[in-house]
């Protein structure tokens, strides 16, 4: 009889209307964003596979995704259906059992990747393409609906960001900031497609900020939003981490602070108006784009309860921020291998070490240009009070050149580093306290030189992280200690989702070509 | 300065030799590809092209069959028209002596019996054929144009760049197995709900069935009591019968125009001579 129940509840929730209600609920059972739920801590409630039985996670299913290759996609999961992608194309799978329901391959595809995910709002899902149309699909059928421009693919613009979707705005941003194109993001209406506002990442002549720009250097200035950012509805803020400024290397032709690059914003939702930003990195000549995501926590800070947004950066230093006002309210050193700043003043502006940036003959500097942490996702469990993120101890030679700006989307980076000769480079699965920043733990990575993918956590007192090198691991979010693995023979290059259905716990990622689904092993 | 000078002649003639070649234009049929010519074209085939080609351009002895579902080097109305009055140097293709006007109307036919119907001039009332579409037809409850209309059959904003219009009147008129994805079928639950849709994928142990209301289940096998299929489509296939001939010939011009996304003729070899 219970059989029966569950069957009929699953069958008659399928079409459920995906809305504001479904968007705003803590991360359980279905999986509806890029980062899971606005707050973007990546963190789920799920904890069916925990510590104890973490060791009989098996894959679930495989599902094949032809012509793939080192997908960035984070699948999403909505009323019993994953959603996947990869530039161009879409593929919807019954999430229990990985069998396609519909694909969709657009024409003509521009090929650029990559594309790291879809949105879901009403009965429509949604993604960007290279050439920087929205495209919303029917959710049950992939029939297209429409198709919304919103940049230029002849100024040498793409989208590879999953859209964030609030309140019927989706959300959308563009790349590529190493090739002098200016940073935009956009707000679509998700029922019309019509673009409904736009915030230029960089100011132009009149507005404030754009006096940190010495002469015309802000009309070809990078800045691009090329991440899904986080939002918080009681302050109806978006908040939006924004890329490297162009040139990317030769800073003295931009000199200056050069906003709003290497900051986060926190726009309004309504307008698109900017409330408040935090520039992490004033000036930056080492192409350490701020894109990190931030993660949205409420707690008690200094005794009383204080809405957080916790940033580790690509430069090196872990920031704690007031999202309310932007406030700077803690920041500490990461980075074991850090020589470009000695330390952050009271306002956490970093204290530069003179002479610490790219030169005509190369700068040893630390951390190299990949950052101490890039683009892939961190978590933060609030059972440990600890953010998990992945981090890089490397330096490089970085030098500089002139190079003169083309239109059209070419590179403008007036070169770039090579590893340091003399150091090692590792990578790292690092917990540190969110308060403090105080070091927890570490889990070294096999692939020292690349990222990999990122980092889920649950109630289930795990943390799962994804190794360039294909090992799929979860971790004792305590200790650190890895408690399962699985070789997954692929690159990754994905962050790691959990979704339950029928009261089965699964977790997936995407693997290199492949999208494989784990759940504790069933007898039956 | 002299050196520089001489330097700056070449790019610049270089340049314009580029551009020049940039702009030239493939001559296109002054004939147009109305049905006429095709059809004038098509009588004129079949006395000239079919001792090697095969009549109606289907099969051939001595040359390729022209209408066949095959990869062709010659695909632009330029590059046809060239091998028809001057031939195919090395190959059995002669010059064909005719008149240029003739062989326009060939090029009109061997173009059609390769295209889609989009790319003809189908003749008819647009305007009612969307509005049997929407209404006598019964099209819209099923299909989708544009995001609007029916989830159950395939959707139509392209129709016209991936059918022929033969296939687009047999699709109204001749009876065909069902397609993947729009399989019929009528599956009962363990607890006795019988749902009927089509099956938008199916194996051995699950099967995804979109119900007759544009709802998705998703079932595992073990849950279903009994999966039925259908061995005929959800598709009506009489209209030719319950349209009058005039709005029969409209509704196939309206669809005939459906064409959102265009493959790129281009990347499909448009203008190339061999690949």
Redesign the interface.
């Known amino acids: 009889m219970k059989t029966f129940a569950i069957i009929i509840c699953f069958a008659s929730t399928l079409l459920a209307q995906i809305g504001d209600k479904q968007l705003r609920q803590p991360l359980s059972d279905n999986w509806y964003q890029y980062n899971g739920s606005y707050d973007s801590r990546r963190h789920s409630e799920l904890k069916q596979v925990h510590t104890g039985n973490v060791e009989s996670l098996v894959p679930s299913w495989i599902f094949h995704v032809p012509n793939a290759v080192h997908m960035q996609s984070v699948p999403i999961v909505a009323n019993g259906v994953m959603y996947v992608s990869q530039e161009n194309e879409i593929y919807a799978l019954d999430a229990r059992t990985g069998r396609q329901i519909w694909d969709y391959h657009r024409i003509p595809a521009i090929q650029r990747a990559p594309n790291r995910g879809v949105a879901i709002w009403g009965d429509k899902v949604y993604f960007t393409t290279p050439d920087d149309y929205l495209v919303a699909l029917n959710a049950v059928t992939g029939n297209v609906i429409w198709e919304s421009k919103f940049a230029e693919l002849s100024e040498g613009y793409c989208s590879p960001a999953a859209p964030l979707i609030v309140k019927g705005k989706v959300i959308v941003g563009v790349a590529f900031g190493d090739r002098g194109l200016n940073g935009i993001l956009s707000a679509l209406d998700a029922t019309t497609g019509e673009i409904l506002w736009s915030f230029h990442a960089i100011p132009k002549p009149g507005e404030p900020g754009n006096e940190t720009w010495s002469g015309d250097s802000w009309k070809a200035a990078g800045g691009d939003t090329w991440l899904t950012g986080s939002y918080d509805p009681e302050l109806n803020l978006l908040y939006w981490p924004i890329g490297n400024p162009s040139p990317d290397f030769n800073g003295d032709v931009r000199k200056g602070d050069n906003l709003y690059t290497e900051s986060v914003v926190a726009l309004d939702l309504d307008t698109g108006k900017m409330k408040w930003y935090f520039q992490f990195t004033p000036h930056d000549t080492m192409d350490w784009d701020a894109v990190q995501i931030p993660m949205l926590i409420d707690a008690a800070y200094d005794g009383k309860p204080r809405k957080l947004l916790a940033h580790a950066d690509r430069n090196g230093f872990y920031y704690l921020l007031d999202r309310e006002t932007g406030k700077f309210l803690h920041g500490s050193q990461f980075a074991r291998k850090l020589n470009w700043a000695s330390g952050l003043t009271p306002e956490g502006k970093p204290i530069r070490v003179p002479d610490m940036e790219p030169s005509l003959k190369g700068t040893k500097i630390c951390p190299n240009s990949y950052g101490a942490t890039n683009w892939i996702s961190p978590t933060y469990d609030p059972g440990t009070g600890y953010v998990y993120f992945v981090a890089l101890e490397g330096c490089g030679v970085a030098s500089k050149n002139t190079e003169t700006f083309r239109p059209g989307g070419f590179q403008y980076r007036a070169t770039g580093d090579i590893p340091a000769p003399d150091e090692t480079s590792r990578m790292f699965v690092r917990a540190i306290d969110m308060r403090t920043g105080e070091f927890k733990w570490e889990q070294e990575r096999a692939a020292a030189h690349n990222f990999g993918g990122g980092l889920l956590s649950t109630a289930g007192g795990l943390v799962f992280s994804a190794d360039y090198e294909g090992q799929f691991t979860a971790m004792d979010a305590k200790t650190g200690k890895i408690l399962w693995h699985f070789n997954t023979g692929q690159r990754l290059n994905a962050g790691p989702i959990t979704y339950s259905l029928n009261g089965k716990q699964y977790v997936a990622l995407s693997a290199g070509a492949d999208l494989i689904s784990f759940a504790l092993f069933d007898k039956k | 300065m002299g050196r520089d000078r001489s330097i700056l002649l070449v790019f610049w003639v270089l340049g314009l030799c580029l551009a020049s070649a940039a702009q030239v234009v493939k001559p296109k049929n002054p004939l147009g590809n109305g049905l006429e010519v095709v059809a004038e074209g098509h009588t004129l085939y079949n006395k000239t092209c079919t001792a090697c080609h095969g009549r109606d351009g289907t099969q051939g002895d001595r040359a390729p069959a022209l209408g066949a579902a095959r990869r062709y080097f010659r695909l632009s109305e330029a590059a046809i028209f060239d091998a028809i009055k001057n031939g195919i140097p090395g190959t059995a293709m002669p010059a064909s002596g005719l008149q240029d006007t003739e062989i326009w109307r060939i090029v009109a036919y061997i173009r059609n019996i390769r295209s889609t119907a989009s790319d003809n001039d189908v003749p008819g009332d647009i305007q009612n054929g969307t509005r049997i579409y929407q209404g006598k037809g019964g099209c819209a409850s099923c299909h ?1 144009i ?2 609007q209309g029916g ?1 159950i059959g395939p ?1 139509l ?1 392209s129709v016209g760049a991936q059918l022929t219009l033969d296939q687009i009147k047999a699709s109204l008129t001749q009876s065909a197995p069902p397609q993947a ?1 729009f399989v019929p079928v009528r599956v009962t ?3 006795g ?1 019988v ?1 009927k849709g089509v099956a ?2 199916e ?1 051995a ?2 099967i ?1 069935v ?1 119900d007759m209301q ?7 096998k073990e ?1 279903l009591r009994n999966v039925a299929h259908e061995p005929e489509s959800l598709m009506p296939r009489n209209l030719d019968k319950t349209l009058t001939p005039a709005e029969f010939q409209d509704l196939i011009a309206m669809l005939s125009r459906q064409a ?2 265009k ?2 003729r281009e ?1 499909q070899g448009e203008n190339e001579v061999g690949r």
């Open positions: 989708m544009r995001g989830l959707d904003s994805g639950t363990l607890k709900e749902i938008k994928n194996d142990f699950s995804a979109l544009g709802k998705l289940h998703l079932f595992t849950e959102r996304t493959v790129r990347q």
